[in-house]
């Protein structure tokens, strides 16, 4: 059974940093290209960016609002996704998910607050 | 960013009765390889999305084949046979044809 589990999220004030991670078990980590997802809260769901494959390059794609301030890691050794989140603004208040290819297995999100 | 357009927006249905939300996109989502990476979700309250249908019309492992989804190039369609009340929650459209990803702004599928 595919199984993602994000953690990390919290509480952090405008400017600040967090990390979060996504556990991954169930299908092999290394061969899927892994994405974030963010809601913000009562909205829909906005594509945060992507990682690929190190067979397809490992490299990285960001949506607009976050480039240059998220970025995306594996450790394909761990099984485990990553997102650095820098210069955190209150509009990146979100449950954020990881998932897999383009949405076909889902973690339960991570709650990240940034408010003063 | 391609803007993908849902219809309604709130589709207050019977149980039991057939219920469909469109789909549009601002640019034809048929890739250079062919294929067409158009997806449906369903998330129900408080819950993670699920992909109910990928690339147009297949449906994932798992999903009642009273789900079905059909369409081409700019316009596509979800349509649930009979509405049961597992059913109900939040569905959304989402093309990964074009870089980013984008969803359509959801459709609250509710009890009439």
């Known amino acids: 059974e595919v199984q993602l589990m994000e953690s990390g999220g919290g509480l952090v004030k405008p400017g600040g940093s967090l990390r979060l991670s996504c556990a991954a078990s169930?299908?092999?980590?290394?061969?899927?290209?892994m994405s974030w997802v963010r809601q913000a809260p009562g909205k829909g769901l906005e594509w945060v960016g992507r990682?690929?494959?190190?067979?397809?390059?490992?490299?990285?794609d960001y949506a607009a609002p976050v480039e240059g301030r998220f970025t995306i890691s594996r450790d394909d050794s761990k099984n485990t996704l990553y997102l650095q989140m820098n210069s955190l603004k209150t509009e990146d208040t979100a449950v954020y998910y990881c998932?897999?290819?383009?949405?076909?297995?889902w973690g339960q999100g991570a709650l990240v607050t940034v408010s003063s | 960013d391609v803007v993908m357009t849902q219809s309604p927006l709130s589709l207050p249905v019977t149980l039991g009765q057939p219920a469909s939300i469109s789909c549009r996109s601002s640019?034809?989502?048929?890739?250079?390889?062919?294929?067409?990476?158009l997806y449906w979700f369903q998330q129900k309250p408080g819950q993670s999305p699920r992909r109910l249908i990928y690339?147009?019309?297949n449906g994932e492992s798992g999903v009642p084949d009273r789900f079905s989804g059909s369409g081409s190039g700019t316009d596509f369609t979800l349509k649930i046979s009979r509405v049961e009340a597992e059913d109900l929650g939040i569905y959304y459209c989402?093309?990964?044809?074009?870089?980013?990803?984008?969803f359509g702004q959801g459709t609250k599928l509710e009890i009439k």
């Open positions: 998932t897999s290819g383009y949405g076909s297995a």
């Open positions: 169930g299908f092999t980590f290394k061969f899927a290209w």
């Open positions: 990682i690929k494959r190190k067979t397809d390059g490992g490299t990285t």
């Open positions: 640019q034809s989502l048929v890739y250079s390889d062919g294929d067409t990476y």
């Open positions: 690339k147009v019309s």
């Open positions: 989402m093309q990964g044809t074009h870089w980013p990803p984008t």
